[in-house]
């Protein structure tokens, strides 16, 4: 019995949807928040209301990075929100809002912000004392948990009004946002949750607040940038193959805003103006990336192999600073020795212990400088073999993933690593197109038969 062509035509729907489906896959997948090296990697949001007003209350806001590798750099965080009813700002100290707003409609006193999504800033350090509040005027940069616990944690108080003046007619604010400093973080609801209890300095006498919520917001890459920001290329002693970054890994549209030369006088007036608004300048290369990492593995000894990591800063505008970098490999459960980096594993099942979190010294390499003969730092790797799954063979010797600053770097793809000379496994053809055109030809013929 002969298929109908109004038959045909739903097949051939059916599995073009398929094609679709199957080329986005990874787009489905890099959708996903979640973030396996970090499972309970966030940006926690706590608000306390201290105290009533005559119209309102006084509320202290603090804003924990628990990120283990991901940070908030200059020019920092931003924190907004819209206000359930007519609420105002009063007062505030540790930080300050972006904008006032319209208060034409008070007289004699005048609110400090009377917008109805207000957006609040962090002060910069060495701002006057009256104005500070506790772990306040950091010019809104947060390190990283897993780097500098002590310095993860933002806070400032404010005095809000026209808000109601008890635990019945308070609301907790609506559609949260958090910038940091770009997007790429989505915030839940503020929940209601148990009242916060503090200790007195002598952690004799115990404060609980009046009201407390709270709120997490969760980092995606995919938001905060269509293209990743980092590529990884590698070499090896074994073979004279130098695997490059992917061509245009990090993008290629504005492939001609680069610079070779920065002594030019133009290319110099161009770099201060660009300085002023948007902090990238990138020097030319095939990768379009401005920062690269590559892998090499430097030597094999008998009971050890040796590897080096290079970071390059290939920005004019934009020095690195406080920066992580996170890689995954099998063999780094045996960690033996590092050079100049601080190291932490991060994923410690059982017997699984493959991920860590690189990162610099402080006043000695923690600051990557802009582009140039001094954008770089390196460290070296001396790992224990174990001689019952040690091999060299099918990119072994290199990572699986790697992140800089909390983002994935692109990878070259598998088949271009450089392999041993006598490897008997080498792909002419990456995995991924291999396996697209087997799909292909299958639906191909499928087509075929059916017509």
């Known amino acids: 019995m002969g298929i109908t062509k109004s038959k045909r035509s739903t097949l051939f729907a059916s599995i073009m949807i398929l094609l679709i489906a199957y080329s986005n896959l990874a787009l489905i997948v890099c959708l996903v928040a979640y973030d396996p090296f970090d499972p309970n990697g966030s940006i926690n949001i706590k608000w306390d209301v201290l105290s009533w ?45 972006a904008d006032q707003g319209d208060c034409s409609k008070f007289k004699g006193n005048t609110p400090l912000c009377c917008e109805k999504t207000p957006t609040v800033i962090d002060l910069l350090p060495g701002v006057p004392y009256n104005q500070q509040f506790t772990n306040c005027c950091k010019g809104g ?18 005095s809000v009004g026209l808000a109601g003046t008890s635990n019945k007619t308070v609301r907790p604010p609506k559609k949260f946002f958090l910038l940091g400093p770009g997007s790429g973080y989505t915030c ?44 990884v290329s590698m070499s090896s002693f074994y073979s004279p193959l130098i ?137 070296e790797l001396i790992l224990k073999k174990d001689k019952n799954t040690f091999t060299l063979d099918q990119g072994w010797a290199f990572p699986l993933r790697v992140y800089f600053n909390g983002d994935e770097c692109l990878m070259p793809l598998p088949d271009l690593y450089p ?15 291999l396996s697209s055109t087997i799909l292909a030809t299958l639906l191909v013929f499928v087509l075929l038969v059916l017509l």
């Open 188 to 231: 839940s609801a503020a929940n209601i949750v148990p009242s916060s209890v503090t200790l007195s300095s002598d952690h004799r006498s115990k404060t609980r607040a009046m009201m407390t919520w709270s709120l997490t917001c969760t980092y995606s890459q995919l938001i905060a940038s269509k293209n990743p920001t980092c590529c």
């Open 419 to 433: 392999y041993l000379p006598n490897s008997a496994f080498h792909n002419s053809y990456p995995i991924f197109t």
């Open 141 to 158: 940069v947060l390190t990283s948990l897993g780097q500098d616990p002590s310095s993860a944690v933002s806070a400032f108080q404010m």
């Open 53 to 97: 007003t005559p119209d309102g209350y006084v509320a202290a806001v603090s804003i924990s990075n628990n990120q283990m590798y991901r940070h908030i750099t200059s020019p920092g965080w931003s924190l907004g929100w819209t206000w359930a009813k007519k609420e105002v700002i009063w007062s505030m100290v540790g930080a300050k809002v």
């Open 243 to 379: 695997t490059p970054c992917p061509s245009c890994a990090c993008g290629c549209k504005d492939a001609n805003k680069c610079v070779n030369d920065l002594r030019d006088s133009s290319l110099l007036q161009s770099k201060t103006s660009a300085k002023e608004n948007a902090p990238q300048l990138l020097q030319c290369t095939e990768h379009k990336c401005p920062i690269r990492v590559h892998w090499h593995v430097k030597a094999s000894y008998r009971e050890y192999w040796r590897v080096r990591i290079t970071i390059t800063n290939f920005n004019f505008l934009m020095n690195y600073t406080q920066w992580t970098l996170v890689a995954q490999h099998p063999n780094l459960n045996k960690l033996a020795n590092i050079s100049s980096f601080l190291y932490k594993p991060l994923i410690q099942y059982n017997p699984t212990n493959d991920t860590g979190m690189f990162y610099g010294i402080k006043t000695v390499n923690d600051l990557i400088r802009e582009a140039g003969p001094k954008g770089y730092i390196y460290t």
